[in-house]
C-alpha cells in the first residue's frame, strides 16, 4: 500500500500553495522540498503532487505529506519572496507563512 501521510497540526491535514505573482524565482523552495516544490519553464514555483505531478496553475493547492513539513516550513520560514502559504484543509487557515497573525 502507498498510501502518503499526510502533515497534520493538531491532526489538522495541511496543504499548501505558493503566490507565483511574489516568487523571485531564486528556487530556495525546490532545496529545500524538491518533492513539492519545482521551478516550471516560466523561472517561477509551482506546487507538485505527491505523484510528482508539477500543477502550473497558479495558486495551485497541494497537500503537504508529512514527513516533508518540516522541509516545507523551513521552505515558506526562508522564501524571500514571503509567498509560500501553508494552510490547514479544513478551515483554509494559514498556520505557517506570511499570512500567519
Ligand atoms: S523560495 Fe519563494 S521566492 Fe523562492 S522560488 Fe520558492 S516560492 Fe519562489
Do not use: N
Not at 27 to 37: H, K, L, M, N, S
Not at 74 to 94: F, L, Q, T, W, Y
Request: glycine share 6%; with cysteine; hydrophobic share 40%.
Amino acid at each position: 500500500m502507498s498510501v502518503q501521510q499526510e502533515a497534520s497540526v493538531d491532526g489538522e491535514a495541511l496543504e499548501v500553495w505558493i503566490d507565483q505573482d511574489l516568487c523571485t524565482g531564486d528556487g530556495i523552495c525546490a532545496q529545500y522540498a524538491p518533492e513539492v516544490f519545482e521551478l516550471d519553464i516560466d523561472g517561477l514555483a509551482y506546487v507538485k503532487t505527491a505523484d510528482d505531478r508539477l500543477l502550473q496553475d497558479r495558486g495551485a493547492t497541494t497537500a503537504v505529506p508529512l514527513p516533508l513539513l518540516t522541509d516545507v516550513v523551513d521552505s515558506a520560514k526562508e522564501c524571500p519572496g514571503e509567498c509560500i502559504h501553508v494552510r490547514r484543509v479544513s478551515d483554509k487557515v494559514e498556520v505557517y507563512g506570511p499570512d500567519v497573525a
